[in-house]
């Protein structure tokens, strides 16, 4: 009998461990829950009633820009350059049409015999507008075009803002190198990225490293483009290993990385012509 007794105090010590187990899980898992339910609204965006080009975009300005990607047969990328950086001038310094040149470069290391332009249009769509019916009736241009033409493989383009909170690309001397970051997010990601990105540019401007900052309005939707200059690729290593030592960027880069489908670097060599040197 004290065998048995044995035994069933056994059993009935095992099955309330059991049971406490269950319940301290149980606590522990919900627990968790709650926290990682939480977690999504520590960073939690306000709801919006507007576009995102209006709560993101410089108010006190209304540029519009053009990000041109131009694939050229490697045989033709010196003819090519040579001849955009002509036609660039002409409209650059003609006062006739509204646009300027940001900065056209090639890849380096990225899509290879590429190269990517930065037009700004002061004035908005009008000023596009303006623009474009102008060049459909300059003969001079239209032949430029199809001169060109012979040159590429192919070509996109996409309309951008300017961030509100990024600094204005500005023509600086060189030499430098250009890094152009680009983020495919999440539809619907646009403002909280703003949100976050406002707080964290603070930790990349002391180098004079931050070019500037856009997002996409027409082509490829919910594509942020970020433009940064380093002397050479050792500095950007070390000034970008110098922002992880900054209290605050690990949580930009934290609550930033989930918004993001895929993204892409290029690393740029300006050309000749390029008010970005």
């Known amino acids: 009998m004290?065998?048995?007794?044995?035994?069933?105090?056994?059993?009935?010590?095992?099955?309330?461990?059991?049971?406490?187990l269950r319940q301290v899980s149980r606590s522990?898992?919900?627990?968790s829950d709650k926290g990682w339910f939480r977690s999504l609204f520590v960073h939690k965006v306000d709801a919006r009633k507007d576009a995102h080009s209006n709560l993101l975009s410089k108010k006190e300005t209304s540029n519009l820009y053009?990000?041109?990607?131009?694939?050229?047969?490697?045989?033709?990328?010196?003819?090519?350059?040579?001849?955009?950086?002509?036609?660039?001038?002409?409209?650059?310094?003609?006062?006739?049409?509204?646009?300027?040149?940001?900065?056209?470069w090639n890849t380096w290391y990225g899509e290879q015999d590429q190269a990517v332009h930065i037009w700004r249009y002061r004035g908005g769509y009008p000023a596009l507008t303006e623009c474009l019916t102008k060049l459909?009736?300059?003969?001079?241009?239209?032949?430029?075009?199809?001169?060109?033409?012979?040159?590429?493989i192919s070509r996109r383009n996409q309309l951008l803002l300017e961030f509100s909170f990024w600094n204005e690309p500005l023509p600086r001397p060189g030499p430098n190198i250009y890094e152009m970051r680009t983020y495919y997010l999440k539809p619907g990601t646009m403002i909280?990225?703003?949100?976050?990105?406002?707080?964290?540019?603070?930790?990349?401007?002391?180098?004079?490293?931050?070019?500037?900052?856009?997002?996409?309005?027409?082509?490829?939707?919910?594509?942020?483009?970020?433009l940064w200059a380093y002397e050479n690729l050792q500095s950007r290593e070390d000034t970008r290993n110098t922002a992880w030592q900054k209290e605050g960027w690990d949580a930009n880069v934290y609550y930033t990385v989930?918004?993001?489908?895929?993204?892409?670097?290029?690393i740029m060599i300006p050309t000749k012509s390029s008010p970005l040197q």
Request: hydrophobic share 35%; with cysteine.
């Open 2 to 20: 004290a065998t048995t007794g044995s035994v069933v105090s056994k059993g009935q010590m095992l099955f309330r461990c059991c049971v406490n």
């Open 258 to 266: 989930p918004l993001i489908r895929s993204m892409e670097s290029r």
């Open 136 to 152: 459909n009736n300059n003969k001079e241009y239209l032949e430029f075009r199809k001169e060109r033409a012979k040159m590429l």
């Open 192 to 226: 909280e990225w703003g949100n976050h990105w406002a707080r964290a540019i603070k930790y990349r401007q002391e180098n004079n490293e931050a070019v500037g900052g856009f997002f996409s309005q027409i082509g490829d939707l919910y594509v942020v483009h970020h």
């Open 28 to 31: 522990f898992s919900e627990s």
């Open 66 to 104: 053009k990000i041109q990607f131009h694939n050229i047969k490697p045989e033709c990328l010196e003819a090519y350059n040579t001849l955009e950086a002509e036609v660039q001038k002409r409209l650059h310094q003609d006062q006739d049409y509204p646009c300027e040149v940001v900065g056209s």
